[in-house]
């Protein structure tokens, strides 16, 4: 579970919420261009672009659940459990990215949404495990100032689509998700007119032109909500109004619960502001907001790890 948005007011921003009922040993990571990348099948790259997001605490590579790079793209992994579908073996004549590698492998190597996209078209994302631990099924959002897109590894190959709405969620696939929208749309944040014909109807409360605005957590649910939120939000704020449009879509401890009675919640909530070089984030437990300055950061040959 998960939710993400792209952001485009007076700048780009770009977070998620992580959605999970355990600790992934998540901390906030800086990799810097020296650091060596080594991937399972693709080529070392000894230099690439440096970046900032949360992975988990591993040294020898970045499992990045979000991040950003130097020239601003941003990308995140969210939970498809359904419907993520990897390649069980290489191919010849393509690139072949395993899914604990591909954040780090396309902020690593592109600078922008369109260069991302001509990279992915001869990609194909493989079932290959980090060290022992099993691939997890996800599908990825990839943003920049200026575009946004989804892409999807399913049985038909590794499908990339415009992201219009600038938000995503887990499941189903992302135009079943887009083409749910179209339930909602007569939904307003405006007084709502009353459409009785010549019966005069109003409603007596504020917010009722969003009445209909489905309130579960289910991912459907969380899309809607959360695309409504982002295109209805005032364009001209910053930070803490993103993490507003965030909170439509989060997950309260308690209020969803696994099969084996284990709460599974917002742990935590992030803003990226590439512009600034900024990270913020939000864990569950408190409400002060965390900024990393991520563009003070300079060279070195390792990860460098900070407490969330």
Known sequence: ??????????????????????????????????????????????RHYSMFGVAAGDADFPLFAEACNEKGLCAAGLNFPQSAFYAPARAA?????????????ILGSCESVAQARELLQNTQITGEKYKDISPAPLHWMIAD???????E???????????????????PPFPSQMHQLGNYANLTAQPPCGRFGRLAV??????????????????????????????????????PHFFHMLASAEMVRGNVLLADGTPDYTRYACCID???????????????????????????????????
């Open 1 to 46: 579970m998960c939710t993400c948005l792209a952001f485009y007011g007076d700048k780009f921003l770009f977070g998620r919420n992580m959605d999970i009922e355990y600790s992934f040993g998540e901390r906030a990571a800086y990799v810097p261009r020296d650091f060596a990348l080594r991937f399972c099948a693709e080529r070392e790259q000894r």
């Open 93 to 105: 004549g393509k690139h072949n990215v395993a899914p604990h590698e591909l954040i780090a492998w």
């Open 153 to 171: 590894p399913q049985k038909e190959g590794l499908q990339i689509y415009e992201n219009r709405a600038c938000v995503l969620a887990n499941e």
């Open 274 to 308: 590439p512009a600034a070089g900024m990270y913020y984030v939000r864990t569950y437990d408190s409400l002060s907001v965390r900024a990393f300055p991520y563009a003070r950061e300079c060279g070195g040959d390792r990860i460098l790890f900070y407490a969330l």
């Open 145 to 151: 100032a200026h575009g946004c897109i989804v892409v």
């Open 202 to 239: 109003r409603a007596d409360w504020q917010g009722a032109g969003a009445y209909g605005l489905p309130g579960d957590a289910g991912s459907p649910s969380r899309f809607v909500r959360a695309a409504f939120s982002l295109h209805n939000a005032a364009k001209g704020e910053g930070v």
